[in-house]
């Protein structure tokens, strides 16, 4: 609160002081990757910057990239990049990362402390996917889907053999299920989440470097 005898000198005060407010959070919010998100239904919130993750873990991954070319019998074949990988991805142990005696507790962790660690939760390997395919090919429009309780991606791919799409702003999106333990192929997803897309419980954010 702010008291003065003249009510203008009081509202300029409180202006100021609620800038300089919005100011330190927001700076502080993109210093500990955090970004302010509005979903479908009007609520607001905090979540990880994803796609600041992505961006930032591009030249550290550059070597893994190379690594899985390598297993590749046509390095310059997309989907088969994709498949390996996300196959590789699915097969790494799955954590909720809400015990700080097995985590950090924040229910996401870094690309890098994904593969230092050996676990991740479904948006912290949905985001090291991205970030794989973004050094893969940096041109590919990738984009993380937000569900109630969960996370996977959408990628800007012609789809094959049925593979299941969504539809955002009038491009049609292959799905990508990396979180495992089931070795979901491009374009299948957990029947949970054929059940929230039904219901348009989903939220799409660019994962664009």
């Known amino acids: 609160k702010v008291s003065s005898r003249m009510p203008n000198k009081a509202q ?5 002081l609620s800038q300089a407010h919005e100011k330190a959070q927001n700076n502080y919010w993109d210093k500990h990757y955090f970004v302010k998100y509005a ?7 905090i979540r990880h910057d994803h796609a600041k993750y992505t961006r930032n873990s591009a030249t550290a991954l550059g070597p893994i990239v190379e690594a899985i ?3 590749q019998s046509n390095p310059y074949d ?9 196959a590789w991805i699915q097969s790494i142990p799955y954590n909720r990362l809400e015990d700080r005696l097995s985590s950090n507790g924040a229910g996401f962790v870094s690309p890098r402390d994904l593969l230092l660690q050996n676990q991740g939760d479904c948006d912290s390997k949905s985001t090291l996917m991205a970030a794989l395919l973004k050094v893969y090919n940096a041109n590919i429009d ?3 889907v937000y569900l109630p309780k969960h996370a996977l991606l959408a990628i800007g ?3 094959i053999n049925n593979e299941m799409t969504l539809r955002y702003q009038k491009q049609d999106y292959v799905l990508l299920e990396p979180t495992g333990p ?3 192929a491009i374009g299948e997803v957990a029947n949970s989440t054929k059940h929230a897309l039904r219901n348009r419980q989903f939220d799409l954010a660019s994962m664009t470097l």
């Open 12 to 16: 300029l005060v409180l202006d100021t």
């Open 39 to 45: 979903s479908p239904s009007g609520a607001s919130g």
């Open 69 to 71: 070319k390598a297993l």
């Open 78 to 86: 997309y989907r088969e990049f994709i498949s390996i990988t996300m």
């Open 142 to 144: 990738v984009q993380m």
């Open 157 to 159: 791919l012609k789809s």
């Open 182 to 184: 089931a070795q979901l």
